[in-house]
């Protein structure tokens, strides 16, 4: 009977395979290619959308349940240990059931376009989606918006994989899928587009910004119709915005670009002692202090934090302290500054501690969070010591979530265009783009790179809109190599090393050890002028006058890396090692050459 059922699997398989074969047969013959990529991207953004809003109402409804379950005589005391559960709980999600790393989604898709793959895992359209729902909804010091868009981008990738499009247009669709879960989470179908072109540095031609604004339009359009019409910050300007504070403006921007460069800097130090403790158990306890006690603290650093956002740009922003120790203080005129300075430094520490004790969730929220709060507490601060003209602080809160996030992202207009459309304040369009150009400026003079880039720049694998170093960051240095070289034994003799002399077409000869090492290599130059002398054939051995190279090249170095070991040697061809010292073959200037030109040709058009 299991024998029947397997061969009855089978052929329903190759049924499958072929009806998908003569599909794909007569879309080719009867859909242009550029059509057929339109309509997959309208798909795509309805996919984001219902993705998108099925994270907001699991979010929302593991949130309801818990305040219920562990509200006590209107005191919730779940600060103390929810988060740290549904940390534990993500962390055995990811672990037993996920089986693969689904942290830092954005870096991930960054990764994925500079390899010129553009292919992430099916599972990443349905696992960043459960895991960050439970981190959130019980607490985790996170944002939703990061694993949105790795799961938006999965759902591009896989539906241009199993149409077997090439890899432009693979790239394209995974782009889409970015714009439209970013466009379906905020309603933000400008910020969608502009998203890919500044964070996921892609390069658009007239051809393919069509698909992402179907996909942005689509995906905001349904959201629309889910979530209602209305701005998910409720704002309602009380007065003009006066363009004698834009020096104020300018002073913000600063502050966001310092704020930015803050939470970078300690999230990257930070993350890196936690993740580098050898046992789990012992990264979760540190984990679950820092992040309870702040908590505990601090109630605000409790979930996503959009509540807090509301209440700054709100009537009373003082209710950002209710159920903390210091709302007992709330008559005194230093709690409240005090209160608003420690959820700006601490929040970086929370949102770091949910991810690194095996939380899900990005750093959108938390810039949004941080950059309100900096924004406020610079306007509430200059108007209480009097030392400038009245600055309207829900307005200069708005200008502080787009200052920070333009810092954090080293994305200007994403962090302008996404709050003009969160909050609907396209009245303070311009001081959004002066805070956040200002900010962006500040934050590249001291970190060249964006949160989301800075870990792949340091391993030399970002794709950037210069084409010489996304040339050079798709080429591997396994599409160089070059292993036909006859290898020499330091024990040779002379006369043995003529031989294979004659038989080679190379006049380097690399020299290699019992275990594999290269201990040095052998010219034909260098040797020419005894080569000829038969009398001397048995009285040198290879280690008598082989020399060093002039250095040595690792497998795994990036190309620029390699090129500039090329500059500073004058060399043409280096020995290649893997990273324990194992010889593997030669590349050459040459070779390198051939594989930019066939790359550039490929993948850019050429010149």
Known sequence: MIQGQETLTIEEEGRGKRVLKRFLEWREANIPEQFFILILAFVVGVLCSIAAAILKNAIHLIADYGTRLFTVDDLYIGYLFTPVIGVVITYLFVKYIVKDDISHGVTKILYALSQRKSRLKPHNMWSSVVASSITIGMGGSVGAESPIVMTGSAIGSNIGRFFHLEHKNLMLLLGCGAAGAVAGIFKAPITGLIFVIEVLLMDLTLTSVMPLLISSVTAASISYLIFGTEAQFAYTATEAFDIS???????????????????????????????????????????????????????????????????????????????????????????????????????????????????????????????????????????????????????????????????????????????????????????????????????????????????????????????????????????????????????????????IFGESKRNIFPVVNDKGRMVGLVLLDNIRNIMFRPELYDRFVVETFMVSPPARVVNTMSMDMIMKIFDDTGAWNLPVEDEEGRYLGFVSKSMIFNQYRSVLNQNFGGD
Not at 262 to 284: A, C, D, N
């Open 245 to 499: 504070r834009i020096p104020w403006v300018i002073v913000l921007g600063v502050l966001c670009g310092l704020s930015g460069l803050y939470f970078t800097k300690i999230s990257f130090g930070l993350e890196k002692k936690l993740k580098g403790m050898p046992q789990y158990w012992q990264r979760l306890i540190v984990c679950a202090l820092i992040l309870s006690s702040l908590i505990f603290l601090l109630p605000p650093l409790y979930g996503e934090g959009y509540i807090t956002i509301s209440s700054l740009i709100g009537s009373n922003p003082e209710e950002i302290m209710r159920g903390s120790l210091f709302e007992r203080m709330e008559g005194e005129a230093w709690v409240f500054p005090l209160f608003l300075l420690l959820a700006i430094f601490t929040k970086v520490f929370a949102t770091v501690a949910t991810n690194a004790g095996g939380g899900a969730g990005g750093v959108f929220a938390p810039s949004l969070f941080i950059g309100a709060l900096v924004g406020f507490a610079f306007s509430y601060l200059m108007n209480r010591l009097g030392l400038s003209i009245h600055l309207p602080q829900d307005n200069f809160a708005l200008m502080g979530m787009a200052g920070v996030m333009a810092g954090v992202m080293h994305a200007p207009l994403t962090g302008t265009f996404l709050i003009a459309e969160l909050t609907g304040g396209y009245n303070l369009f311009l001081p959004l783009l002066v805070v956040s150009t200002t900010s962006y400026g500040t934050i590249k003079l001291f970190l060249p790179h964006s949160i989301y880039s800075l870990r792949l720049a340091e391993q030399g694998k970002l794709l950037t809109h210069n084409k010489d170093k996304a040339v050079m960051t798709l080429m591997q240095v396994e599409h160089v190599l070059e292993n036909d070289f006859s290898i020499l034994s330091p024990r040779m003799t002379l006369g043995d090393t003529v031989r």
